[in-house]
């Protein structure tokens, strides 16, 4: 018998099923969850760490370094003797300028003191203006600035002398005379500037070039120049790209390539004059330990940032402004930047601003178990528990199945008793009254009984043989019987109940149905059976 999908049994079980396998489930998800995000924040925990120690021994060189560089420096400004030394090509310092009321020297605004011109070189000067600008006399003027020239009593006014010579000369055609002129003051006026700070040497190169007089020596004047240590004054360092920008010689791309540097150091310094409140955040002093300095990181994002301190030769002199590249004086591997980053952290005491990038990878968190880990392990579980469930529904299912149909048995046999043992009961009464009438009633009763009495017989055997059936003992006994007899049998054995029903039972048997090997009580019981469900 089927079992009902709508029996509240049925519904109970299947109820109490999920909760017995979803509620532990849900626990071990839950718990595995909670183990996966603890895994991760001890994870983070320990590259923070790890983080947080690495960053500390960087800290401490770049400090000690820092601190050297700085009693160096200071060192050198405290001897007058040293103070005005070139920078040494490998330097680490950028810049040491003067803070004046609150205004920074420029490092390029200290040219050599000019000495007072002579009275003839002044007259004579004057003389050739009026005559090239007033006179049109370009002649008359380049000889008024020739004379000049040799009233001379100081280099400035005899590069400015021959300056407006070589200017007047172009301007009377005599081109060769003038390119002698110019290239003259390569040699000798490199080291002298005009009043707008630009040096007689590169007005010479840049008349060299535009005219066309003699390209070469010019070029290579103003790479000597780019490739010198000493600091250029921007409208210099301009002049200069422009220059090389139409340069021809072979060194010229290396030449544009330190330039550009310079002019990038240049630039960094004017932003820094001009942003002389960021020092101010300096003078805090718990950004570093008592008796050390602070420095500041300054520069663009993403670029070799300055550390830039201020200090003091002594208490009545007035301050410096120290700046360090970063890039020669950091640790191998390290970044160091002006400004926070994604995978930068900052470097602490004693730094304002400066952060600390390391190599990808260096911190990368390694969790003991991975989250698909963990998401592999709930998966498999859930997935066993799941069938091994359905296992179990199934088993459970077929065992109510089987205790259904075996309870729907008993009561379908105890029905099937009755009836024989009603009729058995009947005929037997009757035939002990004596109400039979005739011979013929009595045989007729006695072989209903005889029938009924059969009949019992093999419901107690069908009984006896589900028992043996279920328990796994039944013996069947095999031997070679013919179809038809079997047939024969278990039409008699049907024949008194149907007719007893109004029913005629007709057997049609071929009789050249081949014999087999079968158990016939069984076979028979079988056929019994299946003519009752017909």
Known sequence: MPVNPGDPRRKRQILLFLSAILIPTA????????????????AEKRMADERR??????????????EAIKLQELNRLSDESRRSEPP??????VLSALLIQNRLVLPWENPPRRAASSPTFAQHQKEGEAREFLGNDSNGAAEAYSQAMVAAK?????????LSTARALIKAEKKDQAGDTYRSMLSHCDEFEDGEGMAFGLYAAERLISLDLDSYPAE???????????????VQAYLMRSLLAKATVSDAKQAREALSAKIHDIEQILA??????RLGRIDFPFHASPGKSVWLAYGPHGDDPWLVTVMSTASFAPPVVLAISSKKVSTPGVTFFAGKSEASEPLGEGFVDLQVEWPAGRFAAVRAIRPFVYAAGIGLILSITIFAGYLLLRDVSREIEVA???????????????????????????????????????????????????????????V???????????????????????????????????????????????????????????????????????
Request: hydrophobic share 45%; net charge positive; proline share 4%.
């Open 27 to 42: 626990v071990l998800i839950t718990f595995a969850v909670r183990l996966a995000r603890q895994d991760t924040e001890l």
């Open 53 to 66: 120690d690495a960053v500390e021994q960087p800290r401490r060189e770049l400090s000690a370094r820092l």
């Open 88 to 93: 040494q090509a490998d330097s680490p310092i």
């Open 154 to 162: 100081n280099p400035w006014d005899k590069c400015a002398a021959m």
């Open 220 to 234: 290579e004047y103003v790479i000597r120049r780019a490739r010198s240590l000493r600091w250029l004054p921007p």
């Open 272 to 277: 820094l004059a001009n942003d002389l409140n």
């Open 404 to 462: 259904e149909m075996r309870s729907h048995f008993v009561a379908s046999v105890s029905h099937e008793l009755k009836t024989p043992l009603t009729a058995i009961r009947m005929f037997a009464e009757t035939l002990a009254m004596g109400r039979a009438g005739d011979e013929r009633t009595r045989t007729e009763y006695l072989q209903t009984v005889v029938n009924e009495s059969e009949r019992l017989s093999r419901l107690v055997d069908n």
């Open 464 to 534: 006896l043989d589900f028992s043996r059936i279920e328990r796994g003992k039944k013996i069947y006994r095999m031997q070679c019987v013919a179809l038809a007899d079997i047939v024969r049998a278990a039409a008699q054995a049907m024949q008194y109940p149907l007719t007893q029903q109004g029913f005629t039972l007709n057997v049609a048997i071929e009789e050249q149905v081949p014999a087999v090997t079968v158990d016939a009580d069984a076979l028979a019981r079988v056929t019994v059976r299946k003519e009752r469900l017909l």
